[in-house]
């Protein structure tokens, strides 16, 4: 990831963290839905790391979580 789209995987991973959390899931179950590890979710969601998603898993999350795709990227 380039170090200047840093901010930008931040909000995402805190959308998905505020969507999960609004639908009742815990890292565990969204990771087994959509195919990952536990950990996988929880570096996203962690607003301090470097972890790059790639678009299907975004789409895989945005599925789950019944949510819009472009909600992750806008805010509200």
């Known amino acids: 990831m380039k170090k ?3 901010d930008r995987y931040k909000k995402i991973g805190l959308k998905i963290s505020y969507y999960r959390k609004l ?3 815990t890292q565990e ?3 087994e839905e959509i195919e990952k590890h536990p950990s996988f979710i ?3 969601e962690a607003p301090n ?3 790059v998603l790639s678009i299907n898993t975004l789409f ?3 599925i789950v979580l019944d949510v819009e795709p ?3 990227f806008v805010d509200d």
Do not use: E, N, P, T
Request: aromatic share 28%; proline share 0%.
């Open 4 to 6: 200047r789209y840093f």
């Open 23 to 25: 639908k009742g899931f």
């Open 29 to 31: 179950q969204l990771a």
């Open 42 to 44: 929880s570096a996203i």
């Open 49 to 51: 790391m470097y972890k």
């Open 60 to 62: 895989d999350i945005a």
């Open 70 to 72: 472009y909600k992750f």
